[in-house]
C-alpha cells in the first residue's frame, strides 16, 4: 500500500506557505494509551517491512523520536504475537497514525489511514503546531486534529481474528479481496484511474478525516509546523 501521506504532496503543492521555523530539536509522536488494557505499540519507517514495538500501560504514555525527513507510521494493538507485533498493514490490519517529517515545503504532514483495515480508535494532536502564514483551500487541515473516536461498524466476513478465534481488528476491502481495481494497484495506480469502493465510503462515512482508500488526499492529508504530535489511542 502506499504511504498515505506522500501520495498527498501533490495535493498540497497548491498552498502557498511562508518559510517554517526551524525546529532546535527533533520531532517527535507522544502515545498516549487511554485504552483499558496495555498495548504494544510499534512504528514502521517506510520502506521496512516490519519496525519495532514496545509495550504501554494503560494510562501511560510513550515518546518516539525521529529524524528530520522520517517517513513511517505508528500502530498499536492490545494483543499480538510473533511478526504482528512488528508490522501493521495489509494481512495484519491496525489503525495508522502516519507522518513525514520535514517534507519538501519544510512542514510536516500526517494523517490516520484505515486503507489496510482498523483496530482502534485514535486521535492525531500536533503540539505547538505552527501554519507559519500557510493559506489554503481549507485551513482546518493546517495543524488540525486528526480524529476518529467511533470506529466504523465492521462488514460481516471483514473481521480479523487471532489464533483463539477473538476479534482483534477489521480489514480493509483492499485487504479482504486483494484485487487491483479496489487496491489501486497495477494500471490502477493513479488517481484518475482509481476511486474509492462502497466499503471505503462506510468507513469515510464514520471518520470522515479518515483515509478510507489509497487516493483518499482531499479531505485526509494535514499539515503543519510542530515541536511534536500526540497520539491517542481509545
Not at 500500500?1 to 520531532?27: C, D, G, Q, T, Y
Not at 494483543?79 to 507485533?85: A, F, L, M
Not at 486528526?146 to 483463539?164: M, R
Request: charge should be negative; proline fraction near 4%.
Amino acid at each position: 500500500m502506499k504511504f498515505s501521506v506522500l501520495s498527498s504532496i501533490a495535493l498540497l503543492a497548491s498552498i502557498v506557505a511562508a518559510a517554517p521555523a526551524e525546529r532546535s530539536v527533533n520531532p517527535y509522536v507522544l502515545v498516549q494509551n487511554n485504552c483499558d488494557s496495555k498495548l504494544y505499540v510499534g512504528n514502521t519507517a517506510n520502506g521496512q517491512l516490519y519496525g519495532s514495538s514496545i509495550t504501554v500501560d494503560a494510562g501511560d504514555s510513550h515518546k518516539f523520536v525521529f529524524d528530520n525527513g522520517w517517513a513511517g507510521r505508528i500502530w498499536a494493538r492490545k494483543k499480538c504475537s510473533g511478526n504482528d507485533c512488528t508490522y501493521a498493514g495489509i494481512g495484519a490490519p491496525a489503525s495508522l497514525a502516519e507522518f513525514y517529517f520535514k517534507g519538501p515545503t519544510g512542514n510536516d504532514f500526517y494523517d490516520i489511514s484505515f486503507v489496510d483495515g482498523y483496530n482502534l480508535p485514535l486521535r492525531i494532536t500536533p503540539i505547538n503546531g505552527q501554519t507559519n502564514g500557510t493559506t489554503g483551500d481549507s485551513n482546518a487541515f493546517l495543524c488540525g486534529n486528526s480524529d476518529c473516536s467511533t470506529l466504523p461498524s465492521c462488514p460481516e466476513g471483514f473481521e480479523s481474528k487471532d489464533t483463539d478465534g477473538n476479534v482483534i481488528g477489521c480489514m480493509s476491502a483492499c485487504t479482504k479481496f486483494g484485487t487491483p481495481e479496489i487496491c489501486c494497484t497495477g494500471e490502477y495506480d493513479t488517481e484518475f484511474t482509481c476511486s474509492g469502493n462502497d466499503y471505503a465510503k462506510q468507513v469515510k462515512a464514520a471518520c470522515p478525516n479518515a483515509y478510507s482508500w489509497a487516493f483518499d488526499d482531499s479531505t485526509s492529508a494535514y499539515m503543519c509546523n510542530a515541536e511534536g504530535y500526540k497520539v491517542t489511542f481509545c
